[in-house]
T-cell receptor
Framework: DAGVTQSPTHLIKTRGQHVTLRCSPI?????VSWYQQVLGQGPQFIFQ???????GRGNFPDRFSARQFPNYSSELNVNALLLGDSALYLC????????????FGSGTRLTVV | KNEVEQSPQNLTAQEGEFITINCSYS?????LHWLQQHPGGGIVSLFM???GKKKHGRLIATINIQEKHSSLHITASHPRDSAVYIC??????????FGTGTSLTVIP
């Protein structure tokens, strides 16, 4: 079985631009969560989706948004990029999002210049 | 104050040593995870615990729900164990909190 797939693996954007990151969960997993990991720090929770509905939101500005599609894949969108948005963005899928069975993707490394 | 605290932040050990990494949390949890992150960023889930103790190879994870504390032990450490080990908790409100990680270096 394929694991959690994230794309792209790396990208470079300019301040003010918009970015879309994608995540495909493990087959059968209905929950996807997004995390931001700034260099040298632990990951920070951004969003959790379950059955296409937002179930949790971390302390991130409205420039960050996400959605989950009927096939349970997910997109994370960030508008008006700032230099401080440079980070590794991790996606994790789980069967129900109830704190167990999480599997992480390898992440998307975003650099904002 | 962070919801999840790990110690130590950095750890250097000689090959073969027994290693312990500690995690304390302050939220009600549905499960606690120990994760391993290698350079380059990919994260591997090592254990998921809601009670007691789990063992996988040379790795042992324990949790004390009453004390809100968990430990990850590595027996007979090896240089390939060098990585960042992260404690993370999923709470009953569908949020997930991470510790800042423990950077382990095992010297041959």
């Amino acid at each position: 079985d394929a694991g959690v797939t994230q794309s792209p693996t790396h990208l470079i954007k300019t301040r003010g631009q918009h970015v879309t990151l994608r995540c495909s969960p493990i087959s059968g997993h209905k929950s996807v969560s997004w995390y931001q990991q700034v260099l040298g720090q632990g990951p920070q929770f951004i969003f959790q989706y379950y059955e296409k509905e937002e179930r949790g939101r971390g302390n991130f500005p409205d420039r960050f948004s996400a959605r989950q599609f009927p096939n349970y894949s997910s997109e994370l969108n960030v508008n008006a990029l700032l230099l401080g948005d440079s980070a590794l963005y991790l996606c994790a899928s789980s069967p129900t999002g109830q704190g167990y069975g999480y599997t992480f993707g390898s992440g998307t490394r975003l650099t904002v210049v | 104050k962070n919801e999840v605290e790990q110690s130590p932040q950095n750890l250097t050990a000689q090959e073969g040593e027994f290693i312990t990494i500690n995690c304390s949390y302050s939220v009600g949890i549905s499960a606690l995870h120990w994760l391993q992150q290698h350079p380059g960023g990919g994260i591997v889930s090592l254990f998921m615990l809601s009670s007691g103790k789990k063992k996988h190879g040379r790795l042992i994870a324990t949790i004390n729900i009453q004390e809100k504390h968990s430990s990850l032990h590595i027996t007979a450490s090896h240089p390939r164990d060098s990585a960042v080990y992260i404690c993370a908790v999923g709470n009953t409100g569908n949020q997930f909190y991470f510790g800042t990680g423990t950077s382990l270096t095992v010297i041959p």
